[in-house]
């Protein structure tokens, strides 16, 4: 087959390109299904990321299809999660949390220094207490949703939880603020291994967290 490539001048090529519809994406996993074992199993990391947050990512594009939207940031269309129907809500933030869950985990999590390990002993007054407070946020969540660690408006660190896939980002949050950590206590993210016994996996959270990552968001939001 002949494929002939057209230059066209620069401007035009721009105005073009303004007009193309750029579909979400499922992020690729920085990681093996299996590098978080025993603490998260592969096979529930397969379903998590293949499984569920696909379906986030394709019904997202079906609920923004053909909307300018799809081209938008996804933490921007969260800050504006009023305006858009019920189906972005949902999808939206189920993108946008689980995009940032894979991150911060990790398997070979070190312990935490510098700014950030400061900022957590000044505020929750000790690791321990910070561990104990979003540990409760997670485990007294009813039903489905999220622990999170943000950075509020007053750029002060904060524990707070959201129900299903809403995030802190979202202008309907009851608390705001820019995530750094967050927590997956649906049951599909641990349910497998642990079935009803969310507790023991919160607690195992604390072994596959990628700290520089979260170090980096939060060096991010307080510079
Ligand atoms: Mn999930």
């Given at each position: 087959m002949l494929i002939i490539v057209i230059f066209t001048p620069l401007d035009q090529s721009l105005t073009i390109e303004k007009h193309l519809i750029?579909?979400?994406?499922?992020?690729?996993?920085?990681?093996?299904?299996?590098?978080?074992e025993p603490h998260i199993d592969a096979r529930t990391m397969e379903i998590h990321h293949g499984k569920h947050h696909q379906a986030y990512v394709t019904n997202?594009?079906?609920?923004?299809?053909?909307?300018?939207?799809?081209?938008?940031?996804?933490?921007?269309?969260?800050?504006?999660?009023?305006?858009?129907?019920?189906a972005v809500r949902n999808n939206g933030g189920?993108?946008?949390?689980?995009?940032?869950?894979?991150?911060?985990?990790?398997p070979d999590s070190k312990a935490l220094s510098?700014?950030?390990?400061?900022?957590?002993?000044?505020t929750f007054g000790s690791f321990d207490n910070f561990k104990t407070q979003f540990g409760n946020a997670g485990a007294t969540r009813f039903g489905s949703g999220w622990a999170w660690l943000i950075v509020n408006g007053s750029g002060k660190l904060e524990i707070c939880s959201t129900p299903n896939q809403d995030n802190p980002l979202m202008d309907i949050a009851e608390t705001k603020g820019a995530p750094i950590l967050g927590l997956d206590v649906w049951e599909h993210a641990y349910y497998l291994n642990y079935q009803n016994r969310r507790p023991d996996y919160i607690s195992a959270f604390w072994n596959i967290i990628n700290w520089d990552e979260v170090a980096k968001r939060y060096a991010q939001l307080t510079k």
């Open positions: 750029m579909a979400f994406e499922l992020p690729k996993l920085p990681y093996s299904f299996n590098a978080l997202l594009n079906k609920a923004l299809e053909g909307s300018d939207s799809q081209n938008q940031d996804i933490s921007e269309i969260c800050k504006n999660i009023s305006k858009f129907p019920a189920g993108h946008y949390n689980h995009s940032l869950f894979w991150t911060i985990l990790g510098g700014t950030l390990n400061d900022a957590i002993n000044a």
